[in-house]
C-alpha cells in the first residue's frame, strides 16, 4: 500500500532558528515528490516538486532534499519567520497510479517569537 | 478567476440532510480534484475530472457522495443524508492537466460540520 509518513507531527521552533521536517513514503513506483505549506483556514500551496533526478530543490527559505534510494525527503526551513507557522505537507505521485498523489499527514510548525 | 473559489466556507447541517459544496476552478484548468480533509489525517482523494473525460471517481466513500463538472468548469459535491462522520474540510484543486508534474492549486476548502 502506497503510503507517506511524516515527523514530527508538531513542533515550536524560536523566530529566526532553523527546522528541518521529515517525509519517508513507500509509493511505488515513484514520480516525484512535493512539499506544500497550509496556512490554517486555507488550501495547501505548493512549495517544491522533485522528481526521481532531483537531489535538492530551494525556494526562497525552504529547501527540500529527496534520496530516492531510500525513499526519504526532508524539508528545512531557514531563518524561521513567523508566517512560517503553518502545516507542511509531504506529497507522492505515483507513475503506476495515473500520477494519482498520496498525501502524509503533514507536520505542524508553530514559530514563536 | 485569480484562484480556486469554494463555496460555502462553512456548512453546519444536521445529519440526514443533503449538502452541495460547490468549486469554481482556475480559468483554464481542465483537471479538477476533490479532496476531504479530517482533523490531524492527510487528505482523502474523493474524485478527479479531466477534460470531457469519464471522471475518476474511485475515492468516493459511499454512494451517498457524487459530483459532477458542468461545461468542464464549475464543479458540485453532493452529498446525501449526510452522517457526522462526513463532519471534515473538503478541498478542491485545479491544474492545467494531469502531467506527472502539473502544479495543483488549491481553494481554501469548505468546512462541513453534521450535528
Known amino acids: 500500500k502506497n503510503q507517506v509518513e511524516q515527523s514530527p507531527q508538531s513542533l515550536i521552533i524560536l523566530e529566526g532558528k532553523n527546522c528541518t521536517l521529515q517525509c519517508n513514503y513507500t509509493v511505488s513506483p515513484f514520480s516525484n515528490l512535493r512539499w506544500y505549506k497550509q496556512d490554517t483556514g486555507r488550501g495547501p500551496v505548493s512549495l517544491t516538486i522533485?522528481?526521481?533526478?532531483?537531489n535538492t530543490k530551494s525556494n526562497g527559505r525552504y529547501t527540500a532534499t529527496l534520496d530516492a534510494d531510500t525513499k526519504q525527503s526532508s524539508l528545512h526551513i531557514t531563518a524561521s519567520q513567523l508566517s512560517d507557522s503553518a502545516s507542511y505537507i509531504c506529497v507522492v505521485s505515483s507513475k503506476a497510479a495515473g500520477n494519482k498523489l498520496t498525501f502524509g499527514g503533514g507536520t505542524r510548525v508553530l514559530v514563536k517569537p | 478567476g485569480a484562484g480556486v473559489s469554494q463555496s460555502p466556507s462553512n456548512k453546519v447541517t444536521e445529519k440526514g440532510k443533503d449538502v452541495e459544496l460547490r468549486c469554481d476552478p482556475i480559468s483554464g484548468h481542465t483537471a479538477l480534484y476533490w479532496y476531504r480533509q479530517s482533523l490531524g489525517q492527510g487528505l482523502e482523494f474523493l474524485i478527479y475530472?479531466?477534460?470531457?473525460?469519464?471522471?475518476?471517481k474511485s475515492g468516493l466513500p459511499s454512494d451517498r457522495f457524487s459530483a459532477e463538472r458542468t461545461g468542464g468548469s464549475v464543479s458540485t459535491l453532493t452529498i446525501q443524508r449526510t452522517q457526522q462522520e462526513d463532519s471534515a474540510v473538503y478541498l478542491c484543486?485545479?491544474?492545467?492537466?494531469?502531467?506527472?508534474?502539473?502544479?495543483?492549486?488549491f481553494g481554501s476548502g469548505t468546512q462541513l460540520s453534521v450535528l
Open positions: 475530472f479531466q477534460g470531457n473525460s469519464a471522471p475518476d
Open positions: 484543486a485545479s491544474s492545467l492537466a494531469r502531467g506527472a508534474n502539473e502544479k495543483l492549486f
Open positions: 522533485m522528481t526521481f533526478s532531483e
